[in-house]
């Protein structure tokens, strides 16, 4: 087992990372807490296994897609935390993917204004994305992730033995992000094992995390490749998952990089070696998608400043990028074939 820590200060705590990691929870479960709020889904692995010392332990189960990550669930769990007596020496477990562990961190950062959550993510993105870092919430009808608070978790368990049921395009999804973290570090993430790989996932984002924790300048990073997958998402009306919409977003982001003669040819090859040949995930811009389309939902992408903006590599490392002139976009929009 691998312990990344996430440096926090006075809020900081440990990821464990490996087969059986399970077994930390009891320990990481702060000393004060009686009682356990168990929050997960139905079909999610581990569950039945989880040991929480002497304390007493009830489990709510929410349902399935984003439309169930809203603030009606979140009151209801609170409603459900009232009914067991849930004080804020408790705790709450998160056990389950993204969406889990969001809603669940979300509930917990609002449950007696703040109550301690540890966060178990069954989803290779869980591991490596959402569960670090703090950011909790949920959905409106008017967007996405609207409502939610920075609400650090007290530890995280990246289990390995979960990801035996993940579904194969839940797992592809993790590829498409697992792939961005190769490029914001000098270091050869391929030449990891898993265990070992997640971990170092892990640690690059506990690391920007450590340095930007609500997102004012370098955590922006993490959104390599985003810009490009957020309009695929929005363009395709989500028939694209996001993470095989961020596997295109890598390929282009590279693209566009070189046509701005911020990278060379070498450097996009790189890109296409980990996103299309390790990790096997298709690049390819889908059918019928207008190039023109596509710039204008760039150009409104949440994270632009001063027209197109994006996350790009370069000589100095990957950086936020303002005020990319649209024709470079279009041809890197060309060059993707
Ligand atoms: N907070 C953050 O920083 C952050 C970062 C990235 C994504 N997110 C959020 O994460 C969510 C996406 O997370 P996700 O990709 O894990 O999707 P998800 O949580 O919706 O899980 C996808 C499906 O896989 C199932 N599942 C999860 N683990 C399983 C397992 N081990 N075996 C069998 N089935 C399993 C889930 O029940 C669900 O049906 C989105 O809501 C997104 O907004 C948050």
């Not at 978790?153 to 999804?173: N, Q, S």
């Not at 996932?201 to 609500?214: L, M, P, T």
């Not at 989500?238 to 919409?245: N, P, Q, S, W, Y």
């Amino acid at each position: 087992m691998i312990t990344v820590p996430v440096p926090l200060g006075e809020r900081a705590y440990r990821v464990a990372v490996g087969r059986g990691a399970r077994a930390e929870l009891a320990a990481m479960l702060p000393a004060s807490a009686r009682r356990v709020a168990v929050i997960t889904q139905e079909g999610i692995p581990l569950v039945d296994e989880l040991r929480y010392g002497e304390r007493a332990v009830h489990r709510f189960t929410i349902g399935h897609g984003e439309q169930h990550k809203t603030l009606a669930t979140i009151e209801i769990l609170c409603r459900g935390f009232a009914t067991v007596g849930l004080t804020r020496s408790d705790a709450v477990v998160a056990v389950g993917g993204g969406m889990v562990t969001d809603v669940a961190g979300y509930a917990a950062a609002s449950w007696h204004r703040g109550v301690n959550v540890v966060h178990i993510p069954t989803s290779l993105l869980g591991m490596i994305d959402a569960a670090i870092g703090g950011k909790t919430g949920v959905n409106l009808p008017e967007g996405k992730n609207l409502v939610g608070a920075f609400w650090q978790p007290v530890g995280v368990i990246c289990d390995l033995d979960a990801l035996v049921t993940l579904p194969a395009r839940e797992m592809r999804c993790g590829r498409g992000e697992m792939a961005k973290y190769h490029f914001l570090t000098g270091d050869d993430l391929l030449a990891l094992d898993d265990e070992a790989r997640i971990a170092r996932c892990v640690a690059i984002k506990a690391e920007v995390v450590g340095a930007d924790e609500r997102e004012e300048g370098r955590r922006a990073i993490l959104n390599y490749g985003h810009t490009l997958a957020h309009a695929l998402e929005i363009g395709t009306q989500h028939g694209l998952a996001h993470g095989e919409a961020v596997a295109i977003g890598l390929i282009y982001a590279a693209l566009l990089a070189e046509v701005l003669g911020r990278i060379d040819a070498a450097r996009v090859q790189y890109h296409r070696e980990v996103v299309e040949e390790a990790y096997g995930l298709s690049t390819a811009l889908p059918d019928g998608l207008d190039p023109e389309h596509l710039l204008a939902l760039m150009a409104r992408d949440k994270k632009a400043r001063d027209g197109l903006t994006f996350v790009l590599d370069g000589s100095s490392g990957v950086e936020v990028v303002a005020g990319v002139p649209a024709e470079a976009a279009r041809e890197a929009l060309d060059r993707m074939g």
